[in-house]
């Protein structure tokens, strides 16, 4: 079962590095985090955190339309190309050409947070003439960043296993969005009494919570991350992200492909 | 191609030419901190950064212009400090930019209470904002109990500067005066490390030398003209008589000039933002008595 998950993934992750759409965006985030350093020539004071929230926000950006872009056509792709049926011939089940599907995409992702995240840290090693302590927090908002791909992605991966591209990219950025304002929902559910109450706190536990895992701003400040936030978001990204995978799997597993 | 490139930017830099302004237009963009916050989806310390810039920008235009009015400073720093509460350096040099009167700053200096107080909230334990709202109150507002109450809040923050406690003290006792106004710029050189805030202290302590030495130079030259019934047009008798071991310079090396009437003043009145006197008088106003 490993094996074949496994394949799968890597063989998603080849596939995915050959789109031309990776490597522009990609570009685009060197360029920003570049541009933050010329930016921090017509400001005062902010030097340092102008690129760390320009370069992190530039990571985190990119990657979330990389896993829109390609997590909408994970499925839908290998269904109009008919290669989807070959792989079903073989003995792969349906659910785990899902899961090797999602760990192939947050693979890429992965590489791709990654290699930003270096050149991220070629700019700051510039700037700042050498690293500080402080600097590590940094890499505290890295993962929670990757964590946020991974719940974009297995979003992503839900919609693409029953709707069109298009439809999966507007409805994923779309959640991308309102999971923005999750904290808000919260907040309003909070001060609403009755039937709204729950229907509010329902909607803003079920829809993901990516301001909590945004800490860009805080470690631009050069605040440390506490490592019962790190445990928590890890635990609350997995156990959601595994949810909506398991909720792709159940959908595709009962999807009539004729 | 390259011609068609070479082209536009050669139009372009004629629309330049044609209208300066047109590069750093009076726009907000989005006026409101707290739709700016809703459309951030959680990037709020980027955009804080940009209005910052924009402020700075904005602010670096029109005093390169020599603007008297600066309507839309308080907005950009407002919105900047309500996307990020923690942007220290915008109360700070947010506040300079208000207080200062025109063309050096925008002459709001109720604003810039304002804006350091709410520094004050959401960063309690920052002393600075503490002693720069103490320095506007004293240097601007000319409120110096005010100033004292900031300087003694200030002094009871963890870690805070141990000035504060004499600011606190002496600008209750010898508020207005110019050792106290000397103190703070001092300490204002001292304590930071920005080189903006560094210069523009120094350009202050230059000033207070002015306003220093220029009164000592004219009870000079009325001793000298009622000991020896002249009044003198230049240092020179001064010098001759021995009164004096070498012609006075102002702290630029410019040499003082000293007016018939036994009024002095520097040479270069432009060269110098802050002083009160050594200024030749405004039209219509009779000269300032010595």
Redesign the interface.
């Known amino acids: 079962m490993t094996n074949r998950i496994g394949t799968i993934a890597f063989n998603t992750f080849r596939e995915a590095v050959r789109d031309r759409v990776l490597y522009n965006l990609i570009v685009f985030a060197f360029l920003m985090i570049g541009a933050s350093l010329l ?1 921090g020539q ?5 030097q340092r ?2 690129l760390i ?2 370069g992190l ?1 530039a990571i ?2 990119f990657g979330v339309l990389i896993a829109i872009f390609i997590g909408i056509g994970l499925v839908s792709k290998e269904i109009d190309k008919r290669t989807l049926y070959t792989v079903l011939t073989r003995p792969v089940q349906r659910w785990e050409f899902i899961v090797g599907k999602f760990f192939g995409l947050m693979g890429t992702l992965a590489v791709n947070a990654g290699l930003m995240t270096v050149g991220f840290f070629i700019a700051l090693i510039y700037l700042m003439r050498g690293l500080q302590a402080s600097d590590a927090s940094i890499l505290a908002a890295v993962y929670f960043i990757l964590l946020q791909f991974m719940i974009v992605t297995a979003v992503a991966l839900l919609l693409s296993s029953f709707s069109t591209p298009i439809e999966s990219a507007v409805l994923t950025f779309a959640i ?2 309102v999971g ?2 999750s904290e ?1 929902l919260r907040g309003f559910a909070e001060g609403a009494k009755g039937a709204t109450h729950y229907v509010a706190m329902t909607i803003s536990y079920l829809i993901p919570n ?2 909590a895992l ?1 800490y ?2 805080s470690v ?2 050069g605040n440390a991350v506490p490592a019962s936030m790190i445990a928590w978001n890890t635990a609350y990204a997995l156990l959601y992200a595994g949810a909506v995978v398991c909720a792709a799997a159940i959908i595709f597993q009962n999807r009539n492909m004729k | 191609m390259l011609t068609m490139l070479a082209g536009s930017a050669g139009a372009l830099r004629e629309i330049v030419r044609t209208r300066p302004e047109a590069h750093l237009q009076d726009v907000l963009y989005i006026p409101s901190a707290k739709a700016l916050k ?1 459309m951030s ?6 955009l ?2 940009i209005y ?2 924009r402020a ?2 904005y602010f670096g235009w029109k005093h390169k212009h020599k603007s008297r009015e600066y309507p839309l400073l308080y907005p950009l720093l407002e919105i900047t400090t309500e996307l ?1 509460p ?2 220290i ?1 915008a109360y700070r ?1 947010g506040a300079t930019f208000l207080a200062q009167e025109p063309p050096d700053g925008a002459g709001q200096p109720e604003k810039a209470v304002e804006l350091i107080e709410r520094g004050i909230r959401a960063n309690a334990d920052d002393w600075r904002l503490y002693y720069d709202l103490g320095f506007v109150y004293a240097m601007n507002l000319e409120d110096y109990q005010a100033a004292a109450k900031a300087f003694e809040r200030g002094s009871e923050v963890p870690h805070a500067h141990p000035f504060l406690k004499v600011l606190a003290a002496d600008m209750a006792q010898h508020g207005g005066d110019l050792a106290t106004a000397r103190l703070m710029w001092q300490t204002t050189y001292e304590t930071t490390d ?1 080189p ?1 805030i560094k210069s523009n202290a120094l350009r202050h302590l230059q000033a207070l030398d002015v306003d220093e030495t220029v009164p000592k130079l004219e009870e000079l030259v009325r001793q000298f003209h009622d000991k020896t019934g002249i009044q003198p047009t230049s240092f020179f008798p001064l010098l001759e008589a021995g009164w004096i071991r070498r012609i006075p310079t102002d702290p630029l090396g410019m040499p003082y000039k000293l007016l018939p009437d036994g009024r002095v003043e520097v040479q270069d009145p432009t060269a110098w933002s802050f002083i009160r006197r050594g200024l030749p008088p405004k039209t219509g106003e009779p000269p300032a008595k010595p």
């Not at chain 1, 017509?42 to 902010?46: F, Y």
């Not at chain 2, 989806?41 to 980027?46: I, P, W």
């Open positions: 930016l017509i400001t005062i004071g902010v955190q102008l929230n320009l926000t985190s950006i991308f969005v923005s304002f808000d990516f301001s945004n860009i701003a631009a400040h | 809703r989806l959680g990037y709020d310390g980027l804080a950064d910052w810039t700075v920008q990020d923690h942007l350096v040099f920005d903006g």
